[in-house]
């Protein structure tokens, strides 16, 4: 199982406890993680079993796109 970095900030700070997931679109796979949430660092570890391209949702918004596994940042 692969595993997605997220980091979450606002206002330059990390946000503890925010819901993070990744919805995949691919013919051969589609739908949505498994929720993760931030640590009091800002980290989210998102478990998935697809991989490549995936829009990253957080509190329930989508927030971009990247290509998984990997790691990314995002300012709410």
Not at 18 to 33: A, D, R
């Amino acid at each position: 199982m692969e595993a997605t970095k997220i980091k979450v900030y606002r206002n330059s700070k990390p946000v503890r406890n925010v819901k993070v997931s990744l919805e995949f679109n691919g013919v051969m796979q589609s739908g949505f993680s498994k929720s993760a949430y931030t640590n009091a660092n800002g980290v989210a570890l998102v478990s998935h079993s697809s991989t490549g391209k995936a829009n990253v949702w957080i509190d329930g918004k989508k927030r971009g796109t990247m290509n998984t596994p990997g790691s990314d940042v995002y300012y709410i």
